[in-house]
């Protein structure tokens, strides 16, 4: 079974910079990308960021292009997610996800309990 950690979420003001982490038990050949997505209040899951854990390749989406990082430390079995220039649209709850990659939450079979991402204005 594969249990991912999120950690590094909390209030920052318009502007701020956040760090997330997400730990992974073990990572497995069917599951050789670890994503981002979040969820505000009333709204669908969608999609941040994703990285391959061997190549390093990203996918980012739109809205977080420019302002957040996604990256991994294959030893430690950990991808973090830089955010920067933080806006209040920015909150949300952010869960980490492991699986075969891709923009669709149904290309990610383990998700973590997720993280609460808060932005003021």
């Known amino acids: 079974q594969v249990q991912l950690v999120e950690a590094g979420g909390g209030l920052v003001q318009t502007g701020g910079s956040l760090r997330l982490s997400c730990v992974t038990t073990?990572?497995?050949?069917?599951?050789?990308?670890m994503g981002w997505f979040r969820q505000a209040p009333g709204k669908e899951r969608e999609f941040v960021a994703t990285?391959?854990?061997?190549?390093?390749?990203?996918i980012m989406a739109n809205s977080a292009k420019g302002r957040f990082t996604i990256s991994r430390d294959m030893a430690q079995n950990t991808v973090w997610l830089q955010m920067t220039n933080l806006k209040p649209e920015d909150t949300a709850v952010y869960y980490c996800?492991?699986?075969?990659?891709?923009?669709?939450?149904?290309?990610?079979?383990?998700w973590g309990q997720g993280t609460q991402v808060t932005v003021s204005p």
């Open positions: 996800a492991t699986g075969r990659g891709g923009v669709s939450r149904n290309d990610y079979s383990y």
């Open positions: 073990r990572r497995t050949v069917t599951t050789p990308f």
């Open positions: 990285i391959n854990w061997t190549g390093g390749g990203t």
